[in-house]
């Protein structure tokens, strides 16, 4: 391949024959707008979010030919992610729906953070930041 422009078209092409992913190969998207998810990424970090939506672009696209069709509540909302590195959070909507609350809601961020009453810890050591050092 000459360019990035070639690849985009060759990875098209092999999507459009082979049609591995949903919704091209008559499989049904597996998750909606709302459904809570845990995302892994490529170093098999764990995150809980959410799909926000759909990654549908007009034009030939690799991001797309790759199987990336979920947009999530993210640090990176732009950048679309594959069904493969998603999977129900079950707990999440549990402890939405135990809240009363539609599980399309994200929980509070004082859910996943410590305490903002909490003291903070002693020192170990006194404060030696006054002593000079020869």
Request: glycine share 6%; with cysteine; proline share 11%.
């Amino acid at each position: 391949m000459s360019s990035h422009h070639d690849y985009i078209i060759e990875i098209t092409a092999q999507h459009d024959a082979l049609k591995p992913f949903a919704p091209e190969n008559s499989q049904p998207l597996r998750f909606k707008v709302g459904d809570a998810a845990i995302y892994t990424n490529e170093f098999g970090a764990q995150f809980r979010r959410r799909v926000t939506g759909f990654y549908q672009p007009t034009e030939p696209s690799g991001l797309y030919a790759r199987g990336r069709r979920y947009y999530l509540n993210s640090t990176s909302p732009w950048m679309p992610v594959a069904e493969s590195s998603l999977r129900p959070d079950g707990a999440l909507r549990a402890t939405l729906a135990s809240r009363g609350k539609p599980c399309w809601l994200s929980p509070p961020r004082d859910a996943w953070r410590p305490s903002k009453t909490a003291e903070p810890a002693e020192p170990d050591r006194p404060d030696r930041s006054s002593h000079r050092h020869n």
